[in-house]
T-cell receptor
């Protein structure tokens, strides 16, 4: 079985400040990990994904995430928050032999001017 | 190119009625997924279609839920005798192949409200 835990259902950051969203996973096999973003009343959009090629993954909109096997983590960061980053972010895991995505509970980001 | 589309975008129904939700995947994508997003349960997998293989129905919450995919393209999710707890956003996603490294592309969802 696999599971994903996102610490903090809400995060508030100031414009220009670091964005750090935490994701820890549990998987019995080497996982594939994804971060998706959801803007209000829209579907999910892929930010980035880890597929074992490199532990530091760069995605769209200036986001990146680092896979740390020893910590079973895949935290998402962005050096400088922009107002347009206000959205909900979901971490997801996919087992090597499976197909469905298992999602974390999501973290809603508020960006203050 | 065109993304995944879903219809209707919003649906309000009365408890006990049946509803049908439609998903048009990206052309050429062989895999199609349905997920449900609700306040209490977060994002959860419902059902998965891959080509002509038997669907993975392991996520369907009850026998009131069913789905089909005709001609390997359009999919319809049917909820019979709707209950208030069925109120949620139903998301469809498609994928080009049955590969774990592939990306699932999501539609905008259908927001279902059961009164």
């Amino acid at each position: 079985a696999q599971s994903v835990t996102q610490l903090g259902s809400h995060v508030s950051v100031s414009e220009g400040a670091l964005v750090l969203l935490r994701c820890n996973y549990s998987s019995s096999v080497p996982p594939y990990l994804f971060w998706y973003v959801q803007y209000p009343n829209q579907g999910l959009q892929l930010l980035l994904k880890y597929t074992s090629a490199a532990t530091l993954v760069k995605g769209i909109n200036g986001f990146e995430a680092e896979f740390k096997k020893s910590e079973t983590s895949f935290h998402l960061t962005k050096p400088s928050a922009h107002m347009s980053d206000a959205a909900e972010y979901f971490c997801a895991v996919r087992a090597a032999a499976g197909n469905k995505l298992t999602f974390g509970g999501g973290t809603r980001v508020l960006v203050k001017p | 190119g065109a993304g995944v589309s879903q219809s209707p975008s919003n649906k309000v129904t009365e408890k006990g009625k049946d509803v049908e939700l439609r998903c048009d995947p990206i052309s050429g994508h062989t895999a199609l997924y349905w997920y449900r997003q609700s306040l209490g349960q977060g994002l959860e997998f419902l059902i998965y279609f891959q080509g002509n293989s038997a669907p993975d129905k392991s996520g369907l919450p009850s026998d009131r839920f069913s789905a089909e995919r005709t001609g390997g393209s359009v999919s319809t999710l049917t909820i019979q005798r709707t209950q208030q707890e069925d109120s949620a956003v139903y998301l469809c996603a498609s994928e080009i192949d049955r590969g774990i490294q592939e990306t699932q592309y999501f539609g905008p969802g259908t927001r279902l409200l059961v009164l």
